[in-house]
């Protein structure tokens, strides 16, 4: 965090994403005074709340109403100095921004200028096109942070070579919910990893760039299907994640569960086990873990790594991990019988993959402490490592917990699979919101 001045502070600002129905954004520029375009935003007044300073900045400077949009998504807390050319430096340090993403309900609505100076133009461009240079120095790392944030997108990266799809589409590619059995591995059937393509991405035909249109209409149905969920306190769902390092579980949490209301969500990530835990049987500091009814877990890692890490490293006997397959069972078979939907995927990335992941942790200050010396330890046993996870997926995918194999070389096609995974088994419960045991008319709130 920045050290504020004594004599001058943050001026709290909101900003506005404005995406419409065909996935382009809208940006504003005032030819007049720069060459940059600039997102739609302003500052707070007094006694105003940071929502209400959003739809009155959008309101005047592009015309659009709170009824012709819908806010998906917001990040708070981002700050950028202002340079010290700029005339506002003489009474704040700069801006504390929360960034909303905001998403149309037509394609590319009109907008209005004339309530305000900021814009002498505004234009709608694809989301693929954004380019950190289009926007002043002093506001790129925000800008950045709020694209990774909200769609996965790096727009400091070179432009690859992709499709893109006609501006006059107003469709876009569609992961069809059948297809998801392609990464099912079936119970009792004998698995060969390497048939799973981590770089495989044939249920989406469309490109990195469509996709996010996709993703953005799934977590919104994840979304609501939480709060019913939540609110029918009937299920518990468990979502387990396995995967070599660097394989992307932070990530795809991060990206996957990003609208979920968080005391609905329990996320678990076990790490190495502590004395207390070593001092109790396996299972101990993972059975509290589990989901309460309404609740979905996500354990990061989990009770496979018991049997994965043991095997490998041979940090206990053989007998002890090999018994452990049977413990594993019966415990997920209980949960399962007691009213747990339990989804079990493992993210199946390249070594290759791994390796230009572990290279840019190196590399990139801001992500260097994810970098472990062990993980160049396990990098030396891979092999060793996807035998034990070929055995233990083969051994441990049930019909009441199966194993999915999710190709995860590209973290888009991930986070599309895995919400699309989750949109299905939350629909399949067939959730709703609770009827009341009162009639709501017969209600008078007093004065």
């Known amino acids: 965090m920045d050290t504020l001045p004594t004599d001058k502070t943050w001026r709290i600002n909101a900003a506005a994403i404005i995406m419409d129905t065909d996935g382009y954004v809208l940006l504003g520029k005032d030819s007049g005074r720069n060459p940059y375009w600039h997102f739609p935003q302003g500052g707070v007044i007094k006694n105003e709340s940071i929502e209400h300073a959003l739809a009155r900045e959008v309101w005047e400077e592009v015309g ?15 700050r950028y100095k202002y340079p010290s050319s700029n ?22 609505p009109k907008t209005d200028l004339h309530r305000s100076p900021e814009f002498s133009k505004t234009k709608w461009i694809p989301l693929q096109n954004i380019k950190l240079e289009m926007f002043p120095k002093f506001k790129r790392k925000v800008i950045k942070g709020a694209l990774e944030q909200f769609f996965g997108l790096d727009p400091s990266a070179k432009p690859s070579a992709v499709k893109t799809s006609s501006p006059a589409s107003t469709s876009s590619p569609t992961l069809t919910s059948h297809t998801m059995n392609r990464y099912l591995v079936p119970p009792g059937k004998k698995l060969r990893l390497k ?11 469309g490109t990195k760039e469509e996709s996010l249109i996709e993703f953005d209409k799934l977590r919104e149905e994840l979304q609501e299907l939480q709060k019913k969920l939540f609110a029918q306190h009937k299920h518990r769902v468990l979502l387990i994640l396995q995967a070599m390092d660097a394989g992307g579980k932070d990530g795809c949490v991060k990206h996957v569960f990003s609208r979920v209301d968080p005391q609905g969500l329990h996320v678990v990530p076990f790490k190495k086990p502590t004395m207390e835990e070593l001092d ?4 101990w500091r993972v059975h509290k873990e589990v989901p309460s009814k309404g609740q979905i877990a996500v354990f990061n890692r989990s009770h496979y790594e018991d049997i994965i890490a ?13 018994r452990r397959y049977k413990h594993v069972l019966d415990f997920e078979s209980m949960l399962a019988e007691e009213g747990t939907v339990i989804i079990k995927l493992f993210l199946n990335i390249s070594k290759a993959e791994q390796k230009r992941r572990l290279e840019s942790r190196l590399q990139d200050p801001d992500k260097l402490w994810k970098f472990c010396m062990d993980d160049l330890d396990d990098r030396n046993r891979w092999e060793e490592f996807q035998t034990a996870y070929q055995d233990l997926i083969e051994k441990t995918s049930t019909p009441d917990a199966p194993w999915y194999i999710i190709p995860a070389d590209r973290k888009w096609y991930r986070n599309l699979v895995v919400a699309r995974l989750m949109v299905e088994k939350l629909r399949h419960l067939q959730l709703t919101f609770p009827t009341p045991n009162f009639d709501p008319a017969s209600i008078t709130i007093p004065d």
């Open 195 to 205: 048939d799973y393509s981590p770089d495989d991405k044939s249920l989406f035909s």
């Open 64 to 78: 659009l109403r709170p009824s012709d949009y819908t806010i998906v998504s917001s990040l708070s807390g981002l």
């Open 280 to 283: 109790h049987d396996f299972l």
């Open 310 to 322: 043991v095997r490998v490293k041979k940090i206990f006997p053989d007998p002890v991990w090999k």
């Open 87 to 108: 005339r506002k430096v003489t009474r704040w340090v700069g801006q504390e921004q929360t960034y909303f993403l905001v998403r149309c309900k037509t394609r590319r």
